[in-house]
């Protein structure tokens, strides 16, 4: 298990689209800036918000939506979003540049 960084966060992250399977179902999220963000749950859910940097991980507000602190969980092969209690909430099947599924509209 290794939590990325700040800076590699950055790298994977600002700009980029997060496709995340969540028990077979996909969940959407893009990290427009270094501080906006714009997410796509599998029920249809859309949520817009702010998101910060932190050390080891991030934290995000969602506008009329939850807080929470996330972090990205390393293992060979696989890259894992884990909330504050520790819990793994879903796995990275793909990171595409931009914003392919228009979160951002």
Request: hydrophobic content about 40%.
């Amino acid at each position: 298990m290794t939590i990325l960084s700040k800076s590699t966060l950055a790298i994977i992250m600002i700009g980029t689209t997060h496709v995340i399977d969540m028990g077979g179902k996909n969940a959407f999220i893009h990290y427009e800036t270094d501080d906006r963000a714009h997410m796509l749950l599998p029920d249809g859910t859309r949520f817009h918000g702010l998101w910060t940097l932190l050390d080891d991980g991030y934290k995000v507000e969602w506008k009329d939506g939850p807080t929470g602190s996330w972090k990205l969980d390393h293992t060979p092969g696989a890259i894992d979003y884990v909330d504050a209690t520790g819990a793994i909430r879903g796995r990275i099947s793909r990171i595409d540049f931009g914003d392919p599924q228009r979160l951002a509209a």
